[in-house]
């Protein structure tokens, strides 16, 4: 089945500084989500972003289907921003429901 | 307010024995996840439903069961033959669960059970 691989596993970075985090997948996608999980659990839907490019606010993504990964930018961030971010993906082969998930992102906003 | 709910928040459990988690929408959505979630991991899909009385397994179905008898509500049943149901279960679901792409099939989660075998 595919496999999602997100990078770094870790980042820590100060108030106000600009981050990327990259989601590389190894089949063609049909769905592709960028969601951030908050101290309580809860997974909060950034992008649904199978191919191109989108904003909203300080987060931006991109996703280049053709060559199997995407980026999620985070522009000034804040300590709100601060949890694991998940991408996940689902194959052309396997359907629209086996959505699999990346191992996450840890990102740390320091004050 | 239109969304996901999950119940119970927190929950604990006897070996040995069975626990249904309760998973709710109101969104009208066709198609409903189960998704397992151990610390520090990304989650993994447990059962999924496209349509009433329809469910397929996922990749870790075993000693899990569901039900879709309505459309709004997918329990989900740990059951004992689960060798290690410790973890954050959470549910989701999307307007379509058929592979007809675009943004139909984006899935919404609701905030999670917590399960803790004692």
């Known amino acids: 089945g595919i496999q999602v691989e997100q990078s770094p596993p870790d980042l820590i970075l100060q108030e106000g500084a600009n981050s990327t985090l990259r989601c590389n997948f190894s089949d063609s996608v049909n769905n592709l989500q960028w969601f951030h999980q908050n101290p309580w659990g809860q997974l909060i839907n950034l992008f649904y972003?199978?191919?191109g490019t989108k904003q909203n606010g300080r987060l931006s993504a991109t996703t280049v289907a053709t060559e199997r990964y995407s980026l999620l930018y985070i522009s000034s961030s804040q300590t709100t921003d601060s949890g694991v971010y998940f991408c996940?993906?689902?194959?052309?082969?396997?359907?629209?429901?086996?959505?699999?998930f990346g191992q996450g992102t840890r990102l740390t906003i320091n004050p | 307010d239109g969304g996901i709910t999950q119940s119970p928040k927190y929950l604990f459990r006897k070996e040995g024995q069975n626990v249904t988690l309760s998973c709710e929408q109101n969104?009208?959505?066709?198609?409903m996840y189960w998704y397992r979630q151990d610390p520090g991991q990304g989650l993994r899909l447990i059962y999924y439903?496209?349509?009433?009385?329809?469910?397929q397994k996922g990749d870790i179905a075993e000693g899990y069961s569901v039900s879709r008898e309505k459309k709004e509500s997918f329990p989900l049943t740990v059951t004992s033959a689960q060798k290690n149901p410790t973890a954050f279960y959470l549910c989701?679901?999307?307007?379509?669960?058929?592979?007809?792409?675009?943004?139909?099939?984006?899935?919404?989660f609701g905030p999670g059970t917590r399960l803790t075998v004692l």
């Open positions: 996940a993906a689902t194959s052309l082969i396997q359907g629209a429901q086996k959505l699999v």
């Open positions: 969104l009208n959505h066709d198609a």
């Open positions: 439903s496209q349509i009433v009385n329809d469910f």
């Open positions: 972003i199978p191919s």
């Open positions: 989701a679901s999307s307007r379509q669960g058929a592979a007809s792409g675009g943004s139909y099939n984006e899935q919404f």
